[in-house]
C-alpha cells in the first residue's frame, strides 16, 4: 500500500482517527506524517501507552483524591530496586514485581478510575468455570443475605441461606 499524500513511497504509518463519530483510516509514510505533524512511534513526540498511563497517573488531577500534593507518598521508593512513585508515573511501568505491593496504596484509585473497579471479574471458561460460577453466586447471595438481616426480612434469608447450603454442596462435590 502506497501513502495517501504522496503516492510515493510506501505507507508505513496507520492511523485509524474518530472524530464525532467518523471514522478516517490514513495510511501514510513517515515523511508526510513528519510533515502532518503526526506522532511517529518511537520519536520524541510521538504517543505511547507509556504516555496514557503517565496521564493517568496523574493523580493532582483527581478532585478530592486523598493523595494529591503528599509530598511523603510521593517519595516511596521501592526497597527492590529503587524506583520512585513519581519515576513510575512518567515511565509508565514498574521496576519489579515488588513495585506493586509498594505502590498499592496509589494504585487503588488508579484501577478504579480505568476499570471501574480494583477486583477483577473477566470472563470465565465454559468447560471448567463451574466451580468460580458457584463461588461468585455465592459471594452475591451472602451480600444479598446480609441486606436481608439488615432489614429484618428473616423469610428472605432463610431461602437466600439454603441456596447458598445447597451451592456450597455443590461445588464440594465437584
Do not use: W
Amino acid at each position: 500500500m502506497f501513502c495517501q499524500e504522496c503516492g510515493k513511497r510506501p505507507a508505513t504509518l496507520h492511523f485509524t482517527k474518530i472524530v464525532n463519530g467518523d471514522k478516517t483510516e490514513v495510511h501514510i509514510c513517515e515523511s508526510c506524517a513528519r510533515e502532518k505533524g503526526e506522532g511517529i512511534p518511537g520519536t520524541p513526540n510521538s504517543f505511547s501507552i507509556h504516555n496514557l498511563l503517565s496521564g493517568l497517573l496523574d493523580f493532582n488531577a483527581i478532585p478530592g483524591s486523598a493523595l494529591n500534593n503528599n509530598a511523603a507518598s510521593q517519595s516511596v521508593r521501592c526497597e527492590e530496586c529503587g524506583l520512585t512513585y513519581t519515576q513510575f508515573s512518567k515511565i509508565g511501568r514498574f521496576g519489579c514485581s515488588s513495585c506493586y505491593t509498594t505502590f498499592a496504596e496509589r494504585l487503588d484509585p488508579l484501577l478504579k478510575r480505568v476499570h471501574s473497579s480494583t477486583v477483577h471479574s473477566g470472563k470465565i471458561p465454559k468447560r471448567s468455570g463451574g466451580q468460580i460460577k458457584c463461588k461468585r453466586e455465592i459471594e452475591k447471595l451472602r451480600r444479598d443475605l446480609q441486606t436481608y438481616i439488615e432489614q429484618e426480612e428473616f423469610e428472605n434469608a432463610a431461602e437466600l441461606r439454603d441456596r447458598i447450603r445447597e451451592l456450597e454442596r455443590k461445588i464440594t462435590e465437584m
